[in-house]
């Protein structure tokens, strides 16, 4: 267990709709990552947060959003879904206090969306 | 820009074999290597992770890995496999600049272990 803990574990929705990924880090964890995997694309960094702010921005489309809220917590948001939306989408946590670059992640379980 | 890129997305071997897993880096400044593991239905855990002190990195399990800068190179090795070592073996590099710690991580190999 690293953690990190991820809700909801699946996700299954229709085109179109909107979803929201929720992510706890690790206790004192203070750098939320977002990652997106599928089988095509592999992992892919979405975006980082450090301490609230937003720190480094991936390849994540303009209809996803995140946030990272005062108690640290992160969510993902995925609007207009569409059918290649769906993958395991990975919350990881790590110190961040140096900023990161060196920094151990700790993933969580991930969530499985599933668009129909 | 960095990369890292994986040489086989299937490596299989008997158990009590060497395990080697390759991975081969792109980066203009001296990178930051790691070596992940996923296990089927399972987030990523960290085995190693090479920050520019020692060459040769001991992690977890019974795996290490050596940085060779000449070949820039970061294999991931085991004397012996177990069963229990059939997973996804994902090599990354750090990205970011100091104060980011965005991960680029390669295709990925799955590792079966047969008895």
């Known amino acids: 267990d690293s953690g990190v803990t991820q809700t909801p574990k699946h996700l299954i929705t229709a085109t179109g709709q909107r979803v929201t990924l929720r992510c706890s880090p690790r206790s004192g964890d203070l750098s939320v990552y977002w990652y997106q995997q599928s089988l095509d694309q592999g992992l892919q960094f979405l975006i980082q947060y450090y301490n609230g702010e937003e720190r480094a921005k991936g390849n994540i489309l303009e209809r996803f959003s995140a946030q990272q809220f005062p108690d640290l917590h992160s969510e993902l948001n995925l609007s207009s879904l569409e059918l290649g939306d769906s993958a395991l989408y990975f919350c990881a946590s790590s110190p961040g206090a140096s900023g990161g670059v060196t920094d151990t992640q700790y993933f969580g379980p991930g969530t499985r969306l599933t668009v129909l | 820009a960095q990369s890292v890129t994986q040489l086989g997305s299937h490596v299989s071997v008997s158990e009590g074999a060497l395990v080697l897993l390759r991975c081969n880096y792109s980066?203009?400044?001296?990178?930051?290597l790691f070596w992940y593991v996923q296990y089927p239905n399972q987030g990523l855990q960290l085995l190693l992770k090479y920050t520019s002190a020692a060459t040769l990195v001991k992690g977890i399990n019974g795996f290490e890995a050596e940085f060779k800068k000449s070949e820039t190179s970061f294999h991931l090795t085991k004397p012996s496999a177990h069963m229990s070592d059939a997973a996804e073996y994902f090599c990354?590099?750090?990205?970011?600049?100091?104060?980011?710690?965005?991960?680029?991580f390669g295709q990925g190999t799955t590792l079966q272990v047969k008895p």
């Open positions: 990354a590099v750090s990205a970011g600049s100091g104060n980011t710690g965005k991960l680029i």
């Open positions: 980066s203009s400044v001296p990178p930051y």
